[in-house]
């Protein structure tokens, strides 16, 4: 009758215990930090704590029984092995385990209890090392701790005196704690996994939200932020989050406001909100749950907490994206991770709308220019070159051929994406080949090629303007000729380009008039002619692409020749289109 009181007290404090859990489980730094899936130190110390702790609670649910104490302790320690793996099966058995020995609760068991307890957390640990995943289940928890506390029993029989004290005890606790550790380390694990389970459905029911909102909000937000984009925006937020009202600004003006407030809070006016020019100021979102720090300046505002999240585009905070909660319609932190996954995309959005615009420009602005590199006398004296030479040597003028068609494809396909170095330097190679069977002995080339660049990938047609020059306005223009050297190398995390010719040289007025941006678009005068627009199209380009940091570098001496170098860093290798 004793063993079946005992049963009773301990599925009672065991249904307590779980209660606990539950309650501990869904508080947030508990989930967020203890429980999330990604292994990090923090985590392991806060699932050692945890589970430890439980383990010494489920001593105190224990029953006293025979100067010792029928408890619940191997049910945490198990799960806490199973779910955190040996660190944390080894650690909550040594906190629950070692309180037992330390405090010696109730007399002549206590070593080993603590030692089973240990035991048992190691095992689970162990357990759950070599299985993963699959050893949250309850068919492991349940023999596990069946087995668990029969050694346990065996070790109070081995180690306590006096033996026949040892005896009775067993006879007394033995079934209980086995029979209700064992059904609690499974109900203990599957509590786990359903929490886990629901957990899962929650955020990719939240995901699935916030992936149709980006779907339906993408056609608008492709003209970038404004009056018209953002009020179709928000109207498709509103119609699918449960919020009181929903606004979009920008670093001045209210873009769109849909829902409560929206006589007050208009389209097109300045602000109202002290939040929301914080939340610009600082960058930081905010969830706000006190009416008077919203700071609308409006006194009967219905709108009664607010969640507030900034939209950067470039690193740069460019609006704001808001939730409006009032009395009826409260927000919650829910709400709050998803408008925060809606600023990342609507961000991330604007960054690609203006990266797709700037490239298509780019993409004109190459076709323009670069085909106007195409010179008809280069044309007609190639060909007039490769006509000569099918009368003294056919084969010559097939390869000449070949050059000259290499080149020309390049030159008319300029609005692809990146390509190879390698690529950029077989047109080079096209077009000196050409200017060689033109010019003779005039023209000498020198090439210092890193092998290891070979692939890195820059824009098309950035090398040969930079050769073109070199020939036509540098060594052409002496008598004897020249030569032209171009180099490739890494540096660090670059490539560096450098093109150099002995040839006539420039002087600084000149160079400098090279590299105004006001230049970039002229198409006539004298220094068009001498230097090309060629020069002037890569620095312009350069810039565009890669920032300011990555300017054309030129250096040049009249009578001395000229220098002109860049440096890229490497940007992804996009198939050609």
């Excluded at 906190?95 to 957390?121: K, Q, W, Y």
């Excluded at 044309?379 to 070159?385: D, G, I, R």
């Excluded at 020069?535 to 990555?550: D, K, T």
């Amino acid at each position: 009758m004793q063993a079946e009181q005992l049963i009773i007290t301990l599925a009672e404090r065991f249904g307590l215990l779980v209660g606990a859990v539950f309650l501990l489980l869904v508080i947030t730094p508990v989930q967020r930090f203890g429980f999330a899936r990604t292994s990090t130190r923090n985590r392991t110390l806060l699932l050692t704590v945890f589970f430890g702790l439980f383990g010494i609670l489920g001593t105190y649910t224990g029953n006293s029984v025979f100067q010792s104490v029928a408890n619940l302790r191997a049910m945490a320690v198990i799960t806490g092995g199973l779910f955190g793996g040996p660190v944390v099966g080894i650690g909550a058995g040594l906190i629950a385990g070692g309180h037992r020995i330390l405090f010696d609760l109730n007399g002549f068991s206590a070593v080993p209890c603590g030692m089973a307890t240990f035991l048992e957390g190691l095992v689970a640990g162990c357990i759950a090392a070599r299985l993963g995943g699959r050893a949250m289940s309850w068919k492991i928890a349940a023999p596990l701790a069946l087995v668990g506390e029969s050694l346990h029993m065996g070790l109070v029989l081995l180690l306590s005196r006096p033996y026949g004290d040892a005896v009775e005890l067993v006879k007394l606790i033995a079934p209980p704690m086995i029979v209700i550790n064992a059904f609690g380390a499974a109900i203990f694990v599957e509590l786990i996994n359903v929490f886990f389970h629901s957990r899962e459905q929650r955020d990719s029911l939240h995901a699935q939200q916030i992936l149709d909102i980006a779907n339906l909000t993408v056609s608008h937000l492709r003209s970038g932020l404004n009056l018209d984009s953002a009020l179709q925006t928000a109207l498709i937020i509103h119609g699918r989050v449960q919020t009181a009202a929903v606004a979009i600004t920008d670093t001045r003006d209210v873009l769109a406001h849909v829902g409560a407030g929206s006589d007050h809070h208009l389209s097109g006016r300045s602000i109202h909100t002290e939040a929301t020019r914080e939340v610009i100021r600082t960058g930081q979102a905010r969830y706000i749950e006190d009416q008077t720090a919203i700071g609308c300046d409006v006194p009967d505002c219905p709108n009664t907490c607010a969640i507030i999240i900034p939209l950067t585009k470039a690193g740069q905070i460019v609006g704001t994206l808001k939730f409006y909660g009032s009395k009826a319609v409260p927000l919650n932190n829910t709400l709050f991770e998803l408008g925060k996954g809606l600023g990342k995309l609507f961000s991330t959005q604007l960054e690609l709308e203006d990266l797709r615009i700037k490239e298509n420009m780019l993409a004109h602005a190459e076709i323009r220019r670069l085909q106007a590199q195409i010179n008809p006398h280069f044309l007609f004296n190639s060909l007039n070159t490769i006509g000569s030479f099918c009368r003294t040597n056919a084969e010559k003028a097939r390869e000449l051929l070949l050059d000259l068609s290499l080149y020309m494809r390049k030159n008319l396909d300029s609005s692809r994406g990146f390509i190879p170095l390698s690529e950029e330097l077989d047109q080079v190679r096209s077009y000196l080949a050409i200017e060689q069977a033109r010019f003779g002995e005039r023209i000498a080339v020198g090439w210092d090629i890193d092998g290891a660049c070979a692939g890195w990938p820059i824009p098309p047609l950035i090398i040969q303007p930079l050769v073109e020059n070199s020939v036509k306005h540098g060594i052409l223009s002496r008598s004897d000729g020249g030569t032209v050297i171009i180099n490739a190398w890494l540096d660090a995390d670059r490539l560096r380009i450098c093109v150099t010719d002995d040839g006539s040289g420039m002087d600084d007025a000149l160079v400098d008039s090279l590299l105004e941006k006001s230049a970039l678009t002229e198409q006539g005068g004298m220094d068009s002619c001498r230097a090309g627009i060629g020069i002037r199209n890569c620095a312009s380009r350069l810039e565009q692409i890669y920032g300011p940091e990555c300017l054309l570098e030129i250096c040049s001496r009249p009578g001395q020749g000229t220098r002109v170098s860049f440096s890229i860093p490497r940007m992804p290798l996009r198939v050609a289109t």
